[in-house]
């Protein structure tokens, strides 16, 4: 499929623009994390991510093996699941995991940016279409609002 | 003496990872996955560039091997070029990231010539991000020597 034409931007020119820094958020409460991607790296770094806010965080490499373990009972207040995976693709991953009647926040982290990959992730059933690389001004909010989901002690 | 050795290094290390932004071959991720590194996570950054480093390169490899036979199998091609552009712009390698856009387009247009042109620019992004790299986590390596020194 072709690439979206809006990619072909040029570099920053230097200025730094930060509405949001990865470290300006303490979570209250024990939050728990799935990370599915096929990615080495990209798997390690979002666990490395949600790791440093003090989500505890599982990952694992296909959309079958997600589904499994979901299967198997494990609960999860957040789950990034990229869309691209082996043995079980991360729509129908997504679709499966729905199904269960799980109900947690579902990202959908994706290198694909087009309008026709959005549409078909959502319906799938993720709440939001994250389109690589996952930033603070996306994940800070969604943090937020499930650490206010638990009563304050 | 340690002190304003210590100060060198990471003023160095600040002007370096700012040329990087200034040639546009960093973006701000990079910079928000610094955000991450403190005390309890001192070699977040090292470890990021060494894990994408190794992955890139299983890559690249892959897609040069892909290139080289008579008929190039674009399936195999996108797949990989789709998880680099992935893994570039989560550690915020902008130009690497283009480079990408520009061989998925060639993919998608099943143009050998330019899938290999546009293949050799990422080989070359990578070189030099790769070498900047390195020289950024040497500095880096010797701030944490120094400070360790102090203490």
């Known amino acids: ?153 | 003496m340690n002190q304003m050795a210590i100060a060198a290094l990471k003023n160095q290390y600040k002007s370096f990872v700012q040329s990087m932004f200034d040639e546009g071959v960093l973006d701000n991720q990079f910079s928000q996955l610094q955000d991450l590194q403190d005390s309890s996570n001192p070699n977040f950054v090292d470890e990021v560039i060494t894990l994408f480093c190794n992955d890139a390169e299983r890559i690249i490899t892959e897609m040069n091997r892909y290139l080289n036979y008579q008929n190039v199998d674009f399936s195999k091609l996108d797949s990989n070029v789709h998880q680099l552009k992935g893994s570039s712009s989560s550690i915020g390698a902008h130009r690497m990231k283009l480079a990408c856009v520009n061989l998925q387009q060639a993919s998608y247009d099943r143009n050998k010539e330019e899938c290999v042109e546009a293949f050799n620019s990422i080989r070359h992004e990578y070189c030099l991000l790769r070498s900047k790299f390195q020289f950024l986590m040497q500095i880096q390596r010797r701030i944490v020597a120094l400070e360790n020194n102090q203490q």
């Open chain 1, 1 to 153: 499929m072709a690439p979206a034409a809006d990619e072909a931007k040029s570099g920053n020119g230097g200025q730094i623009q930060r509405p949001f820094t990865f470290n300006e958020i303490v979570l209250r409460n024990r939050l728990t994390a799935l990370v599915v991607d096929g990615d080495n790296f990209c798997r390690l770094l979002q666990q490395g991510i949600l790791q440093a806010y003090g989500l505890q965080t599982q990952t694992v490499d296909n959309g079958d093996a997600a589904v499994e373990l979901i299967a198997s009972g494990a609960k999860f207040d957040l789950i990034l699941i990229d869309m691209l995976l082996p043995i079980l693709d991360g729509l129908e991953a997504t679709r499966r995991i729905r199904a269960m009647g799980v109900n947690c926040k579902m990202l959908g982290v994706t290198a694909f940016s087009g309008e026709r990959e959005r549409q078909a992730f959502l319906a799938a059933g993720v709440d939001l279409f994250v389109e690589k690389p996952l930033g603070p001004e996306v994940l800070i909010p969604i943090l937020r609002e499930l650490d206010g989901q638990y009563p304050s002690i």
